[in-house]
Nanobody, 121 residues
């Protein structure tokens, strides 16, 4: 059993900053990629940022230069530092982790429950 728990969401004014955290716990042997996704009302879920076990990052064009993803591997935690927030960043942000629960190189997808980020204009 693996759990992902997000924290750090909330209400912020446009131009402000927030830092999201997501901690994975449970029967974890290894985690490869971790990522943040978001889903706004009436829209499809989209990838915001991802980070691999070797630190390679990838960002959606809409957040490049404003958001930074990082991870603490020993703590199985991923962070999303969000700056210069815009009203269009309003969404439920969910974290993702690819987790191997045994020494067999098979990774399973796990998701957090999500945290609401609301940016007021």
């Amino acid at each position: 059993q693996v759990q992902l728990v997000e924290s750090g969401g909330g209400l912020v004014q446009a131009g402000g900053s927030l830092r999201l955290s997501c901690a994975a716990s449970g029967s974890i042997f290894r985690i490869n990629a971790m990522a943040w996704y978001r889903q706004a009302p009436g829209k499809q879920r989209e990838l915001v940022a991802s980070i691999t076990s070797d630190g390679t990052t990838n960002y959606a064009d809409s957040v490049k230069g404003r958001f930074t993803i990082s991870r603490d591997i020993p703590k199985n935690t991923v962070y999303l530092q969000m700056s210069s927030l815009k009203p269009e960043d309003t969404a439920v942000y969910s974290c993702y982790a690819g987790v191997a629960i045994r020494f067999d190189n098979i990774y399973y997808p796990y998701w957090g429950q999500g945290t609401q980020v609301t940016v007021s204009s």
